[in-house]
């Protein structure tokens, strides 16, 4: 019983810890056993006027009685940014290893999808890479959207970088 409550309790953890809310914009199936592909529009939390859209595997009843895994979905992600607005950009972190900006979880406790955006400075450009965090079998499925700022005329609240 304690593992159930511990696995419970680390699942709302990971749900709430992403820091942007994605809000289910479609969703389909796409076989006859009721698997479905949803996708979801994620806002840059820190940069208004940038939207991602992110479609990610839902497993259906049939597919997980019949491969006998309950508590996980595949994290077969991909992702596409664009300019949604006029782009205002807040306090975010240019180094190169940029920050996370949004997570998912794919199962109770080992398995995650995560959005990082890394903002390259030579290429006045915004970068967002969904990624699978999983501990078993690594971290190997991920896409990748570039919003080129070239033109957009953004405003930075916190003054622009230098190059």
């Not at 076989?31 to 940069?47: H, M, S």
């Amino acid at each position: 019983m304690r593992r159930l409550l511990l696995a419970a309790a680390l699942t709302f953890a990971g749900l709430a810890a992403g820091a942007a809310r994605a809000d289910e914009v479609g969703s389909f199936s796409n076989d006859w056993t009721g698997n479905e592909l949803t996708v979801e529009a994620v806002p840059d939390p820190d940069i208004q006027g940038v939207t991602c859209h992110i479609v990610s595997f839902s497993r259906s009843v049939i597919d997980r009685l019949r491969k006998g895994n309950w508590f996980e979905d595949p994290s077969n992600t991909s992702i596409s940014c664009r300019q949604t607005g006029s782009i205002v950009i807040g306090k975010i972190d240019t180094s190169k290893h940029g920050e996370e900006v949004f997570s998912e979880r794919k199962s109770l406790i080992f398995k995650s999808i995560a959005v990082r955006r890394i903002y390259d400075r030579a290429n006045d450009t915004l970068i967002y890479v969904v990624y699978s965090r999983q501990v078993k079998d690594a971290s190997a499925k991920m896409a990748i959207s570039t919003v080129p700022l070239f033109n957009a005329n953004p405003t930075w609240t916190k003054g622009k970088p230098e190059r």
